[in-house]
């Protein structure tokens, strides 16, 4: 089946401690995104991708690291420089890099600060 | 900078009833989408609408884009408890006159009594 998967589901960090998210499509997507949400929030873009080796800032993006050194593949790096990383995190593609395309997600990765 | 805005934040209804939900964006927009959130899940792709005033229908839910394009709604007809969940708008976000990434509406949660 075609899809976005994300993992881990669930991740714990410590004070100080860099982890990465990771997100993997084989929708054949040109675009990938990652999101921050948190609880009776809305979604808030971190950085995206329109192309492989090409990523750009989204409105959040201090704190966090991304590549895309692959088209299925799109990870996040959360560092110990983002103070407030307790979120759920959602990262999605589409086909192509424009708005009027819709946005397939992922599950889903819960991070908390131990 | 550009926003999208939902009404009301959170309705709670009795089963039966029905239930809407208004988006409005501070700039037109070349289309809309609409995603469902299931609570503890992930965004999910409803529909685009793209035409001033279009009105589509998906069973009991009735979207709809206003004549200016910058505004939308969501109408549920007779809810169910299947219906819960939060119900997010998003929109293109125009930089220069590229439309490459979607801006979210702040959301509605949807809840149902039995």
């Known amino acids: 089946d075609g899809g976005i998967t994300q993992s881990p589901k669930y991740l714990f960090r410590k004070e100080g401690q860099n982890v990465t998210l990771s997100c993997e499509q084989n929708l054949n997507h040109d675009a990938m995104y990652w999101y921050r949400q948190d609880p009776g929030q809305g979604l808030r873009l971190i950085y995206y991708?329109?192309?492989?080796?090409?990523?750009q800032k989204g409105d959040i993006a201090e704190g966090y690291s991304v590549s895309r050194e692959k088209k299925e593949s799109f990870p996040l790096t959360v560092t110990s420089a983002q103070k407030n990383p307790t979120a759920f995190y959602l990262c999605?593609?589409?086909?192509?890099?424009?708005?009027?395309?819709?946005?397939?997600f992922g599950d889903g990765t819960r991070l908390s600060i131990l | 900078g550009q926003q999208v805005m939902q009404i009301p934040q959170y309705q709670h209804v009795q089963e039966g009833e029905d239930f809407t939900t208004y988006c409005n964006s501070s700039?037109?927009?070349?289309?809309i989408q609409w995603y469902k959130q299931r609570p503890g899940g992930h965004p999910v792709f409803l529909i685009q609408?793209?035409?001033?005033?279009e009105v589509k229908k998906q069973k009991r839910l009735t979207f709809q884009f206003g004549e200016a394009k910058k505004n939308s709604s969501l109408h549920i007809t007779a809810t169910q408890t299947t219906d819960v969940g939060t119900y997010f708008c998003a929109g293109p976000a125009r930089y220069g006159g590229a439309t490459n990434k979607l801006i979210f509406g702040t959301g509605t949660l949807l809840a149902v009594q039995p």
């Open positions: 609408l793209v035409k001033s005033g």
């Open positions: 700039t037109t927009l070349s289309n």
């Open positions: 999605a593609s589409s086909t192509r890099g424009q708005g009027n395309q819709p946005q397939h």
């Open positions: 991708s329109q192309i492989v080796n090409d990523f």
